[in-house]
């Protein structure tokens, strides 16, 4: 499957994988990066911190797709869930 094909959530589940792994895959990461910001407005709060944890757990700093996380996470911070805020 090509990365646009993923869906947000498997975006996400993806990059949480590799950083529960430890492996830090550049090209992938970047890709994964580049896909979530132009979708950023389709992720649900799971899928926005599992990806910021992954980048984090990763020590990636990836600052266009970390502002993008905080501004979607802010419109969603009304619909978010104690899970959404502890992970």
């Known amino acids: ?3 646009r094909e993923f869906s947000v959530q498997h ?3 993806t990059v949480w994988a590799f950083a529960t ?5 550049r090209p992938l ?5 580049k896909e979530a910001l132009a979708r950023i407005a389709d992720f649900e709060p799971q899928a926005l911190t599992n990806t910021v944890w992954a980048f984090a757990t990763l ?3 990836d ?3 970390l502002e993008a996380i ?3 996470a802010m419109k969603l911070m009304k619909d ?3 899970q959404d805020i502890g992970n």
Do not use: D, M
């Not at 792994?21 to 895959?25: D, E, R, S």
């Open 29 to 33: 990461l970047a890709a994964i990066s």
């Open 80 to 82: 978010y869930i104690p």
């Open 11 to 13: 975006l996400a589940n």
């Open 59 to 61: 020590a990636v700093k």
């Open 70 to 72: 905080a501004e979607q």
């Open 21 to 25: 792994l430890g492996y830090l895959h």
């Open 1 to 3: 499957a090509k990365i």
């Open 63 to 65: 600052e266009p797709l």
